[in-house]
């Protein structure tokens, strides 16, 4: 089973407004990765993260590797309409190229 | 450039049967990786193939299987297929080479097995 606590499962916001949704582990990873997939396709990376405390923004987004290397948050500032979709954060370990997923977050924005 | 493409994007299949899904990687990229996405669920790591072999596995049974040919590209195979197999199957391809390349995914398989 996912090893990834990811919250919260689902946000309903208003265009304009800033989100945060963060990810949790019981164990360590050494990377943290931030995709977004929309309906019938695949998860498309949105941040990077490699090293324990590392703030990465890119656009108006921005996550932080936590300094634990058990959690990590992601940022949305001023939501757009198309923004909407699901969010899952991956984390990555010593023990290979394999990815551990949490259960995503579904942002839904209303214009 | 071509990003990962996978084939086919829907099938259908009767429970007891066997399928294959086929993954060609992204252009430059030698490594590929298989993911099983259940609804409303994250992704799971199945397996990922590495120089035609095998590298790391995932918690699957061995009705799980893989193979990938010289030219990089992976098929999946399952086989005596459940209906707990119906999910959305992704293949996502990175470089073996490069510790700083991550893996971009193709759109997915939808498998509904019946």
Known sequence: ?111 | DAGVTQSPTHLIKTRGQQVTLRCSPKSGHDTVSWYQQALGQGPQFIFQYYEEEERQRGNFPDRFSGHQFPNYSSELNVNALLLGDSALYLCASSSGQRMDTEAFFGQGTRLTVV
Request: charge should be neutral.
């Open chain 1, 1 to 111: 089973g996912q090893q990834l606590n990811q919250s919260p499962q689902s946000m309903f916001i208003q265009e304009g407004e800033d989100v945060s949704m963060n990810c949790t582990s019981s164990s360590i990873f050494n990377t943290w990765l931030w995709y977004k997939q929309d309906p019938g396709e695949g998860p498309v990376l949105l941040i990077a993260l490699y090293k324990a405390g590392e703030l990465t923004s890119n656009g108006r987004l921005t996550a932080q590797f936590g300094i634990t290397r058990k959690d990590s948050f992601l940022n949305i500032s001023a939501s757009i309409p198309s923004d909407v979709g699901i969010y899952f954060c991956a984390g990555r370990n010593n023990a290979g190229n394999m990815l551990t997923f949490g259960g995503g977050t579904r942002l839904m924005v209303k214009p």
